[in-house]
């Protein structure tokens, strides 16, 4: 589930791929994107995705995942690692801290914090604070989606 402000929460879409942890082992990389159903944000149907790209774990297993913990602290490094929240068009976060709370069958419960940009444009730019709380598949391998029947 994504809250974004106090007033606006959208449920986890995981109808298709666009949801996933990625890991891969040979390198101990993973990566992190969720996309959200669509629902109301300030009188406007939108569907709501972020995307985390790869961060180094030094990991082999995804089992040891369990208790890495990401933070970008600033707009720019959002920007540079082209890290992503899109509600209107991708825009770069502000900050955000991403937690992997624990691996359980197959799926990873993740929670991510942070500022996003809601409007880029705007003159100062709109910001909202975020939280995220999602259990998502575990993709290792192209064959994994087929556990998810995706």
């Known amino acids: ?28 990389l993973w990566s992190v994107d969720i996309g959200f159903k669509e629902g109301n944000f300030r009188g406007e149907l939108t569907a709501p995705s972020i995307c985390i790209n790869s961060i180094d774990s ?3 297993s995804v089992k040891d995942l369990v208790g890495e913990t990401f933070i970008a ?10 890290d992503t929240f899109y509600i209107y068009e991708s ?26 940009i809601v409007d880029g444009y705007a003159d ?6 975020f939280e995220i709380d999602s259990l998502i ?6 064959d994994d989606w087929k556990k998810f029947e995706l």
């Open 124 to 129: 100062p730019i709109e910001k909202e604070y």
């Open 58 to 60: 030094n990991k082999s």
């Open 1 to 28: 589930m994504l809250k974004i402000g106090e007033k606006y929460r959208f449920e986890d879409d995981l109808s298709d791929r666009q949801s996933c942890l990625i890991f891969d082992k040979d390198n101990g």
């Open 73 to 82: 602290n600033t707009l720019e490094e959002c920007d540079e690692r082209e």
């Open 91 to 116: 825009e770069p976060m502000v900050s955000y801290r991403l937690e992997i709370i624990e691996i359980k069958d197959d799926n990873a419960h993740i929670r991510c914090t942070g500022v996003l």
């Open 137 to 142: 598949p575990i993709i290792e391998s192209v």
